[in-house]
């Protein structure tokens, strides 16, 4: 699977867009680009995954630029229960491939 | 909440013993695979079970071993207990070819 680099932490206030890049330069064609979130004390939670076209869903937007080569993670509206570390990850999705490689994160913090 | 419950939430041993963690999956998922997370690092893969067989393992020594049951419940041991297993386990299921991982809360397990 392709490594992806995340800035370390990053603060947002409450309310607005939280805006949370990604790298994964050496993406292959056949890989996703998936995000978990880990809030303290609980397990990742998934939030959005995406191939080459935009998504949204109803926690988040994801944006995946043309080349795929970095993405951006939107939560619209960011509320203090979105603090928490998010995970980037880029993963073939094969059939019985469920491994995910996870990297350190990028620790979001709300600030009210 | 996921449905997917591990027990127990926390474990306190010293190091030479042996540990059972257990994973019940989320209904419907045939799928589970064990995660270790070390303090302030992402969730390490282990490995995966699929209709009670291991498929898929990551780079962890042969005395992490697990099995899954008829029901898909899932349990994972390790023995010879080092101090470096401290860390928090989390179980995770899917459907086989699933998008998205289910995660647990995890079990601590803390090495004396």
């Known amino acids: 699977d392709a490594k992806t680099t995340q800035p370390t932490s990053m603060d947002c206030a409450e309310g607005r867009a939280a805006n949370l890049p990604c790298n994964h330069s050496?993406?292959?064609?056949?890989?996703?680009v998936y995000w978990y979130r880990q809030i303290h004390s609980q397990g990742p939670q998934y939030i959005i995954h995406?191939?080459?076209n935009n998504e949204t869903n109803e926690m988040a937007s994801l944006i995946i630029t043309e080349d795929r080569k970095s993405s951006t993670l939107i939560l619209p509206h960011a509320t203090l229960r979105d603090t928490a570390v998010y995970y980037c990850?880029?993963?073939?999705?094969?059939?019985?491939?469920?491994?995910?490689?996870f990297g350190t994160g990028t620790r979001l913090t709300i600030i009210p | 909440e996921t449905g997917v419950t591990q027990s127990p939430t926390h474990l306190i041993k010293t190091r030479g013993q042996q540990v059972t963690l257990r994973c019940s999956s989320q209904?419907?998922?045939?799928?589970v695979s064990w995660y270790q997370q070390a303090l302030g690092q992402g969730p390490q893969f282990i490995f995966q079970?699929?209709?009670?067989?291991?498929?898929g393992r990551g780079n962890f020594p042969p005395r992490f071993s697990g099995l899954q049951f008829p029901n898909y419940s899932s349990e994972l041991n390790v023995n010879a207990l080092e101090l470096d297993d401290s860390a928090l386990y989390l179980c995770?299921?899917?459907?086989?070819?699933?998008?998205?991982?289910?995660f647990g809360s995890g079990t601590q397990l803390s090495v004396l």
């Open positions: 995770a299921s899917s459907s086989i070819g699933g998008e998205k991982l289910f």
């Open positions: 050496t993406i292959s064609g056949n890989e996703y």
């Open positions: 995406g191939l080459k």
């Open positions: 990850i880029v993963r073939v999705a094969l059939f019985g491939n469920e491994k995910l490689t």
């Open positions: 209904s419907g998922h045939n799928t």
């Open positions: 079970y699929y209709r009670e067989e291991e498929n």
